[in-house]
Structures are given as structure tokens and as C-alpha cells.
């Protein structure tokens, strides 16, 4: 899941118009004027020829790979695709990685913790670019989900992870339901 979009009117068959696209990929975190004139004059405003957003993204060349045979797993390389696309979408994730309480940025820190910071940085450029399709496919608002949205998401989970980090520290830990 990538950023929650707030869609103005129903999905429509004409493009949008270049200015109106390039202010909505500037309301996406991280995302200049600049790299959405960028990232629009690479891929352009008709979505139509690009049936989903997974389909743009191996375009692209931000899809994860998927090499899989005989239960062993083979290298998740990205394919090759548009190096300029890729190389704005790549800052465009630095830079949504340093800013706070947004969406792409716990994305970027919760990866980063598991893959490390390079990689985490294109798994960010793929769900800015999916953002993208979605902003420009069904003509909506990007609306940022928070920094806590992972948390929020599953509470059970964080709860639980955090009951065990106070086990291992040497804490015995007994809850009571809040009013």
C-alpha cells in the first residue's frame, strides 16, 4: 500500500493537463516542482497505456525482480529501465526520507532497518512512482497516511514487539486496559 489518494472526480478518459499534473506530483512528499516536470516529461499524463501501476513501475525499471526456481531465490535486482526516471525518483526518495511524520518516510526507516538504506531508498522510488500513476490515472489529491500508519495498521503487533523488548531487557510487564 502506497499513500492514500482523495479523488476529486470519477476516473476520466482525457489526460490531464501538463500544469495541473505537475502541482499534483508536488503535493507527494519528497517530490519538487522540478521532479515532477521530470518524472511527467518521462512518462508522460495518459496512464492509459500503462494498465497498472505494477506495469509502469517494470518500465520503469523499479520493480522488484522475482527470480524464484526450485524453492531457492534468486537475485530481487530491479530491471533496467528509464535511467533518468529512476534517477529522479531515486532523490525524490532521499528527500522524503528526511523529512518527518509522513508516509515515505517510515517506509524508508522501516526498510532501511531490514535491507539498508540503498535499497530501502528504491523500494521508496517504486511507491513514489506507483503514487504517481494513481495521482495521475484517477485525477486525485495525494493525501499522506502519517508517520504512524504502520503502527496504527496493526496495534497487536506493536504491542507484542514491544512486550518482548522489554522481556529481553529483563522486565516482566503486565497490561491493563486503559479507560
Known amino acids: 500500500m502506497s499513500g492514500s489518494t482523495r479523488c476529486s472526480r470519477p476516473t476520466s478518459a482525457r489526460p490531464v493537463p501538463f500544469a495541473r499534473a ?3 506530483l508536488d503535493t507527494i512528499t519528497g517530490v519538487g516542482k522540478r521532479a515532477a516536470e521530470t518524472i511527467i516529461a518521462e512518462i508522460g499524463v495518459d496512464m492509459s497505456r500503462f494498465p497498472t501501476a505494477a ?4 518500465w520503469a525499471g523499479v520493480a522488484p525482480g522475482n527470480n524464484i526456481t526450485g524453492g531457492k531465490r ?5 530491471t533496467h529501465g528509464d535511467v533518468w526516471l529512476l534517477d529522479i525518483l ?4 532521499w528527500a522524503a526520507a ?3 511524520d509522513t508516509y515515505l518516510s517510515a517506509r524508508f526507516w522501516r526498510l532501511a532497518r531490514r535491507i539498508g538504506k540503498k535499497k530501502a531508498a528504491i523500494a521508496v522510488a517504486h511507491s513514489i512512482l506507483v503514487i504517481c500513476w494513481h495521482l495521475l490515472t484517477n485525477d486525485c489529491d495525494y493525501d499522506d497516511l502519517g508517520g504512524d500508519y504502520f503502527t ?3 496495534t497487536d503487533r506493536q504491542r507484542d514487539r514491544l512486550i518482548k523488548q522489554l522481556h ?3 522486565y516482566r510487564v ?3 486496559r486503559a479507560a
Open 174 to 176: 503486565t497490561l491493563d
Open 22 to 24: 505537475r502541482d499534483r
Open 168 to 170: 529481553t531487557l529483563g
Open 55 to 58: 506495469h509502469l513501475a517494470s
Open 74 to 78: 534468486g537475485s530481487g535486482k530491479t
Open 152 to 154: 496504527r495498521r496493526n
Open 98 to 100: 528526511r523529512t518527518r
Open 90 to 93: 531515486t532523490q525524490c526518495a
